[in-house]
């Protein structure tokens, strides 16, 4: 296929907006359609496609979004960094709703999801010791810092399976660990991504603090959709500003995730 974007965005459908010259591409992979159409236009000089992680009419949870289907199709389209904005809870009484954090690194405490492309004809094993792309998140950094944005970097981003929340003892026992904060998504998306060799940043939104972090009633979906909406624009002018400040050339070691394994079929 012809190289259609470079640039992945993975997120909410509040990005549709994002692009110019906007154009929607169906697209189907050998691990099933993607969670959505593929929205490939323009950010500046830079070619985007856009996958709404959930869905278009969010009917994906995030134990059953595809992630394979999502990056391989990417990758396919020509994508080679994928940028990942998110939603988190926070694990930190420091860190409170409207805070963003660029993580360095993730816990996995999913279940149950594939999180491999390599499930046949031997085992491929990749490093994956440091989860994000550092060139990546050294973009998101500044130009969050350079939009007036408090901003973390780096700390340890816990993924859960989901749908439910934490519970208040589970949420101590990641904050007893330091860890930062907690999302659902973030894993398997990362790996699959460094599967594929795609540089990968995840620009994590807090909207509240996990359960174990404050006292009351924890944290409802409702409080978390309503803060999020807010968010929506300042986090669309920050994913813009990230995609046009990206190395044309990758430097980071992420490309050559592959080098040196014999894999059992052809990447995209
Ligand atoms: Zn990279």
Same mark, same amino acid.
């Given at each position: 296929?012809?190289?259609?974007?470079?640039?992945?965005?993975?997120?909410?459908?509040?990005? /549709?907006?994002?692009?110019?010259?906007?154009?929607?591409?169906?697209?189907?992979?050998?691990?099933?359609?993607?969670?959505?159409?593929?929205?490939?236009?323009?950010?500046?000089?830079?070619?985007?496609?856009?996958?709404?992680?959930?869905?278009? #009419?969010?009917?994906?949870?995030?134990?059953?979004?595809?992630?394979?289907?999502?990056?391989?199709?990417?990758?396919?389209?020509?994508?080679?960094?994928?940028?990942?904005?998110?939603?988190?809870?926070?694990?930190?009484?420091? /860190?409170?709703?409207?805070?963003?954090?660029?993580? #360095?690194?993730?816990?996995?405490?999913?279940?149950?999801?594939?999180?491999?492309?390599?499930?046949?004809?031997?085992?491929?094993?990749?490093?994956?010791? #440091?989860?994000?792309?550092?060139?990546?998140?050294?973009?998101?950094?500044?130009?969050?810092?350079?939009?007036?944005?408090?901003?973390?970097?780096?700390?340890?981003?816990?993924?859960?399976?989901?749908?439910?929340?934490?519970?208040?003892?589970?949420?101590?026992?990641?904050?007893?660990?330091?860890?930062?904060?907690?999302?659902?998504?973030?894993?398997?998306?990362?790996?699959?991504?460094?599967?594929?060799?795609?540089?990968?940043?995840?620009?994590?939104?807090?909207?509240?603090? #996990?359960?174990?972090?404050?006292?009351?009633?924890?944290?409802?979906?409702?409080?978390?959709?309503?803060?999020?909406?807010?968010?929506?624009?300042?986090?669309?002018?920050?994913?813009?500003?990230?995609?046009?400040?990206?190395?044309?050339?990758?430097?980071?070691?992420?490309?050559?995730?592959?080098?040196?394994?014999?894999?059992?079929?052809?990447?995209?």
């Amino acid at each position: 296929m012809v190289t259609r974007a470079d640039i992945g965005v993975i997120g909410g459908s509040g990005f /549709y907006s994002l692009l110019d010259d906007a154009e929607e591409i169906e697209l189907n992979t050998p691990y099933g359609p993607p969670s959505d159409v593929v929205t490939v236009g323009r950010i500046g000089s830079r070619s985007v496609a856009f996958i709404p992680r959930h869905g278009r #009419d969010h009917r994906f949870p995030p134990h059953r979004i595809p992630y394979r289907a999502n990056l391989w199709a990417l990758r396919a389209l020509g994508v080679r960094q994928v940028l990942a904005p998110s939603a988190v809870g926070s694990l930190k009484a420091e /860190y409170g709703p409207g805070a963003l954090v660029i993580p #360095d690194q993730l816990v996995d405490r999913t279940s149950g999801r594939v999180q491999t492309y390599y499930d046949t004809d031997g085992a491929v094993h990749v490093s994956f010791s #440091d989860p994000y792309c550092p060139a990546g998140r050294a973009v998101a950094v500044s130009a969050a810092r350079e939009s007036g944005w408090q901003t973390v970097d780096g700390g340890t981003l816990v993924v859960i399976e989901g749908p439910r929340f934490s519970t208040r003892a589970e949420s101590q026992w990641f904050a007893g660990n330091g860890w930062s904060i907690v999302g659902m998504t973030g894993f398997p998306e990362a790996i699959l991504a460094r599967e594929l060799a795609l540089c990968y940043t995840s620009i994590s939104l807090v909207t509240d603090h #996990d359960a174990g972090v404050e006292a009351g009633q924890g944290v409802t979906h409702d409080e978390v959709l309503a803060f999020f909406a807010q968010n929506v624009v300042r986090m669309r002018t920050l994913v813009s500003a990230t995609v046009q400040a990206l190395p044309e050339q990758r430097d980071c070691l992420c490309g050559s995730a592959l080098d040196g394994i014999k894999l059992p079929f052809e990447l995209p």
